[in-house]
């Protein structure tokens, strides 16, 4: 069973973008979710998660400007991007974890097709 993230798009610098995961009841009880973003040539890099319990954890770069929520009932994850700059460029996933906290890309599975967040100045 995988994730599936959608809701990216291309944006000028300093618009705002909401993804979406969507995930299946079984994965998203009781584990926490991330989302990780990559661009050619780099490796995944963590950009924000959340807790079943709704804790959340946000790199520098996100912090102050994603936030990271979660509709239990949806069984959906998102990612409320704003005040975007070209550095955000990248292809965004979302996974799941039973390591609330973890930032280690390893410590991820269920890695679905990601979305690509394009953002020009």
């Known amino acids: 069973v995988q994730l599936q993230a959608s809701g990216g798009g291309m944006v000028q610098a300093g618009d705002s973008l909401r993804l979406s995961c969507a995930a299946s009841g079984i994965i998203f009880s009781g584990n926490a979710m991330g989302w990780f973003r990559q661009t050619p040539g780099k490796e995944r890099e963590f950009v924000a998660g959340i807790g079943w319990r709704g804790g959340t954890d946000y790199s520098d770069s996100a912090k102050g400007r994603f936030t990271v929520s979660s509709d239990n009932a949806k069984n959906t994850v998102y990612l409320e991007m704003n005040s975007l700059k070209p550095e955000d460029t990248a292809v965004y996933s979302c996974?799941?974890?039973?390591?609330?906290?973890?930032?280690?890309?390893?410590?991820?599975?269920?890695w679905g097709q990601g979305t690509q967040v394009t953002v020009s100045s």
């Open positions: 996974a799941v974890s039973r390591r609330w906290g973890s930032r280690a890309a390893n410590d991820y599975s269920n």
